[in-house]
Each structure stands twice: as C-alpha cells, then as structure tokens.
C-alpha cells in the first residue's frame, strides 16, 4: 500500500539515493498547477510527500502550496541555513569542504553520497560530520563498479566507522549510522519499498517507480496522477516474490529495485554487488555490537546477529554441494535467530494473531490423519 510520495521539485534536483541525474542542463522546475493537483492527490489519498529539492529558489507561492502537505524535505547542502528539518545531502568534495554550515541548527538526518573511488576516506568523513547528524544515511552510488579490491577497502572503512561509532556510543551519543546501526536494532526485512511504499511524481507530471527510473527513461513511467496506476509484474517487487532476498537476513539491505533491474535485468533479484555490500554491513554491525553491546547494556535487549560463512545468499542457493533440506535448515536458523527465546505457547500464540491459517497448514503437515486399519 502506498503511503507517501516522492516529489521531484526540478529535474536537476540533488539525488538522494545511488541513481544519477541525467541531463543535468535541461532543467525543468515543476510547474505550481502541478504542484497544487500533487498537494491536492496527496491530501486526498493521505499520503505524505517527500519533496526533493535543487539549486533552484522555489517562489513563495510553491512553498505555500508545500506547506500544506505533511511532508520532509530533502535538499542540497546550499540550502542549509535556509530550511529547517530537512534531509540535506552531501554529494562530493565541494560539499564535504562547506559541512561547517551544518553547525548550529537542529541535528537532522543528513545524506552522504559516496562513490568507490571516494570510500579510501569514508572512516575520516564519518568522523568529521559527528556532531552534526542525528542519523547519516550512507548512500554508495556506484555499486556496479565494485570490485573485489573496492569492496575490501569498504570493509576496512567499515571497521573504522564502527571503532568511530563505538566511541560515540560509550560517551552516550547514540548517533545513527545507516550501514552500521541498522542492522544492529531491526528484526525484519526493512527496505527501500518503491512501488510498494512509495511512487514519484517527476516534474513532467508522470509517476514512476522511485527517481532512478525517471533519469533512466522517461518512459519508464506508470502513468500520470489521473490514471489508475498499474505496475507491470508488481509483485516481483515485493519480498515475498524475491527468491534470494526472502532467505536473507541483511535486514537493512536497501533492495534496490532498480539496480536490481540494471544489473540483473530482474526487478526481484540482487546483484552479487549489492549482497556483498549489504553482507559487509552486516558483518560490521555484528562485529559492532560484539564491541559496544555489553559496555552499553544492549546484549540483552537486541537479538545476537550470527557469523556467516557467506557473503553472497546466491552462493549458497546454487551450492550443489548442500542438499536442499541443509539449505532449508540453514536459513531457517538464520531468520529464526530473533524468535530463540519466545516459548512455544508464545510463539503460536503471535502466530494464530498474525494469520489464524498458519496454525491450520502446521497441523496439516504435523498432525497425519490416522487410518485405523493401518496397524504399522
Ligand atoms: S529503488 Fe529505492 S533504493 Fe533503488 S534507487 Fe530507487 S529509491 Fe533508491
């Protein structure tokens, strides 16, 4: 079910997530009479709207029209001191030299944009932005030029952050770091969810999937605010329908559709670049919370994440090696691990309350019917 939208407020708007914007020189800022009718769908369905911002001053017109929406904004590091909570974005060396604005205001989440090349010094940027996020989102923007050389130096980065984050914790301030703390707290399956969560109006009018489908093609899009919205194979974009990513327990893993659909030409399954990132974190997070759990009193409150001997599910899924029901075993430990400690009447109780059937299919596979004349 949709409960929000994204806004692109002019087509050279800041990217926040690892999509490039295209044709940076053709702007295009959204004309006000689409503005209103957004406004107006968005009120209507009670959906809430992120608006993406660009360089671009929007009138006081288009801001009162924003205004009237519950909404986030997300917005380039040069509007800092402008907006006020709002999700700024730093994207590259420029911004990362003009971070000092960020001071003084209230701590907000602020997106950092990376690229392989730049991951050499994420440990020493993390560092220098504490104090002045309450949550960073890390965001990697090109995940199909990993390497196996790029994705050690992640992993190194990786450890630095924790060791950085780790501090910060035994001070007491529990700061977020999205490749690191995420998966430390979630129990689920938490993803980015476009389609399912979440459409994009583009400054064209047309909805689309999430941004990056926008930049890719213009015509990738699901049709227009008017028109009742049908997405093509829907539901391979949800978890259910992705074979991989269900046996998974990189919670926190963006499951990025469209990279998805870029680097696999399958909208439900990942590339072997995202599992390892994603696989990575959750090392970092493992090795995380063995650091900071027990000096902060969180071992007892946050379920233990287990060592994998895995940094790609694919691998195990295509292992000949393995029979199917040791596959069955293994991931089943895996996603079980949050729910070891429930007792079993505790355990059917939240399952009956979640689904009344579930409880019927378990009888039916673990209580045969008996057949009397049957003595064996
Ligand atoms: S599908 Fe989600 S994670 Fe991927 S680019 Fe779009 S918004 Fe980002």
Redesign the pocket.
Known sequence: MIDYL?VILEHDCAPF???DVMNRNRNELISLDLLKKIVNYAIRDRLSVNFLYGGTPLSPEHEKVIAEVEHMKMAPLSHAGSYENTVFIIDGEEDLRHVRVLDGGDLNNVILRVGKDDLGSLGATVKSLIGRFKRLNVIIKDVDRFTEEAFSAYESQLEDVGAIVGEEYRKGNFVEVNVLSDRVFLTNMNN???GTRHLTVAPNGRLY?????YYENEDNSLGDLDDRVEIKNARLLELEYAPICRNCDAWHC??????NDALTSELNTPSHQQCVLAHLEREASRKFLERVGADIGINDRVAPIPKLDYLDPFDIITNRSVSPEDRERHFAQLLSKPLEDLPVTELLRQIYRTDPKMLTRLKEQNCAVVDLEDKE
Request: hydrophobic content about 45%.
């Open positions: 994204i997530c690892c999509y980015c969810s476009a999937v999430c941004p990056a489908f963006r499951r990025c559709v469209w990279l």
